[in-house]
C-alpha cells in the first residue's frame, strides 16, 4: 500500500517562506509522479505542483506548476528520503488553505498527462493534509 504522508504545515507570516514535505512509502515506479493540492473548505482542490522523477542521480526530473503560483512555488525531490518537497516563498494569505499530497497515476493516465492535467482525478494515492495559515 501507498501512504503519502505531509508535514512542515503551520501558521506564518506573509511574506515569509515555507517548505512542506511529502514523504511518499511503498510506491515507486520506472517514473514517479508526485503532486501537492491545496483545497480551501467550500472550495474545490486546486493542484499547484507536481514532479515526475525515476529516481536515478541525475536522472529525468520534470516539474509542472500551475499558473497561479509560477515564481513563487518550488517542487523537488530527495530520492533517498523518498520525499518531496513544496517550497513557497514569500507566502501570502491567499495561499492559506489545507495542501495534500497525491501520488501514482489514475488509469488510463501516464505520470506526464497526470502532472500536466493538474486534476486531481488522475492521482490515486492521497496523504491526509496539512494546514498552512497565512497571516497578512
Known amino acids: 500500500q501507498v501512504y503519502p504522508v505531509e508535514s512542515g504545515g503551520g501558521s506564518v507570516q506573509a511574506g515569509g517562506s515555507l517548505r512542506l514535505s511529502c514523504v511518499v512509502s511503498?510506491?515507486?515506479?520506472?517514473?514517479?509522479?508526485v503532486a501537492w493540492f491545496r483545497q480551501v473548505p467550500g472550495n474545490e482542490r486546486q493542484g499547484v505542483a507536481c514532479i515526475v522523477y525515476d529516481g536515478y542521480p541525475d536522472g529525468v526530473v520534470v516539474p509542472y506548476y500551475d499558473d497561479s503560483v509560477k515564481g513563487r512555488f518550488a517542487i523537488s525531490q530527495d530520492n533517498a528520503k523518498n520525499t518531496v518537497y513544496l517550497d513557497i516563498n514569500p507566502l501570502k494569505p491567499e495561499d492559506t488553505a489545507t495542501y495534500y499530497c497525491a501520488a501514482g497515476s489514475s488509469s488510463g493516465w501516464n505520470p506526464y498527462t497526470s502532472c500536466s492535467s493538474l486534476r486531481e482525478e488522475t492521482f490515486v494515492y492521497w496523504g491526509q493534509g496539512t494546514e498552512v495559515t497565512v497571516a497578512s
Open positions: 511503498g510506491y515507486r515506479d520506472t517514473r514517479t509522479c
